[in-house]
């Protein structure tokens, strides 16, 4: 009786001795784990692949949602590496030989990352549209004469593999004038970090029946830049000027 009652001390320091080892390794590897990101912020190359599930979290940025889309093609969590995603650059467009800058702003985009197990991962932020945002929040939209060169500026970030730009008239609120059968479509090629276009006449603007239309920067014209790489990455741009329906010699021969 006195050899048990000498072992209850022992064991119920081992027992406390066992609760608080538990207690330390598992604090450690929380504070170890991947994806312990500051909130609003996320490490994409830490993110793990989990099959066919859904994360969606609120952006730090107004107006913008996040969603992580992780789809795979086990049952199972996989621990293993995914390769950092496409880093989106900042658009910088300006024109003229003095470089003035065209306000612009970015809609949104979706990155696309697969990894060597053919687990794919998407993340989308999804934002205002670019072109009646810039219309609602740019006081003095700037004036661009026809046959300026326009240059878009990929900064801070991977270079689009593919540009295409849609040009369009606005209404005075931003939104299309007409329908897309009559939108222009170009293609552009970045050389180093830079695209350029010279500004042509949009022959949609020759359809308006307000005169008004006709006079000097009676046109207001909206470019959304969408850009695409390799890795099926995309991310949409937009930016507006006011211009003229036609050229100066043009109008004047009208008179």
């Not at 913008?64 to 049952?75: D, K, P, S, T």
Request: with cysteine.
């Amino acid at each position: 009786m006195k050899e048990k009652h000498r072992l209850i001390p022992v064991l119920i320091f081992a027992f406390i001795l066992t609760v608080l080892c538990t207690a330390a390794v598992s604090r450690w590897y929380l504070l170890h784990q991947k994806g312990d990101s500051p909130k609003g912020e996320i490490s994409f190359s830490d993110l793990k692949p989990v099959d066919r599930i859904s994360v969606y979290r609120q952006w730090s940025i107004p107006k913008y949602v996040m969603a992580i889309a992780l789809i795979g093609g086990n049952e199972t969590a996989k621990d293993s590496h995914i390769t950092p995603p496409t880093a989106i650059p900042q658009l910088l467009v300006t024109y003229g030989p003095d470089k003035t800058e065209i306000p612009s702003f970015s809609g949104g985009y979706q990155l696309y990352t697969p990894d060597d197990e053919g687990t794919a991962e998407a993340v989308i932020a999804c934002g205002a549209e670019p072109l009646s945002y810039l219309v609602g929040k740019v006081p003095d939209i700037p004036y661009v004469k026809l046959g300026t060169d326009i240059s878009l500026e990929f900064r801070e970030g991977t270079v689009p593999d593919s540009v295409t730009v849609q040009d369009l008239i606005l209404r005075g609120d931003g939104s299309p004038k007409y329908n897309e059968q009559v939108t222009e479509e170009f293609t552009l090629a970045c050389s180093g970090s830079t695209a350029c276009f010279t500004l042509d006449i949009n022959s949609a603007a020759l359809l308006s029946s307000d005169m008004s239309s006709y006079e000097e920067a009676g046109i207001l014209r909206g470019f959304r830049v969408n850009c695409r790489w390799d890795d099926n990455s995309t991310a949409e741009y937009g930016f507006v000027i006011r211009t003229d329906a036609s050229s100066t010699e043009i109008r004047n021969q009208a008179d």
